[in-house]
């Protein structure tokens, strides 16, 4: 998106934001990878899923409390979806 809205303003970051976004990025995907991978061996998948799917719950938490992101209804049907849908997968 910055790409097509901002394109100079991913060019005047400083090569340090790039390297630490770049590393965050790699390691985000990597290291998640490697614990759900490692879960479903524990586990199984069917008990391992329904954890994985909390993953936007978990945005909506550090949007608000880092980020300042203002709490709107459709952000609490939101996670109130979220959390509905794993208590009745791991109640079944």
Do not use: K
């Amino acid at each position: 998106m910055a790409l097509i809205w901002e394109p100079r303003a991913l060019f005047s970051a400083s090569l340090t934001a790039i390297l630490v976004f770049g590393a965050v990025g790699f390691l985000n995907f990597t290291t998640g990878r490697y614990l759900i991978f490692v879960s479903v061996r524990h586990i199984g998948a069917s008990r391992a899923t329904p954890v994985y799917s909390i993953a936007p719950f978990f945005s909506i938490f550090f949007a608000i409390f880092l980020a300042g992101e203002i709490v709107t209804p459709i952000i609490v049907l939101g996670a109130a979806f979220i959390v509905g849908g794993l208590f009745f997968l791991l109640r079944s």
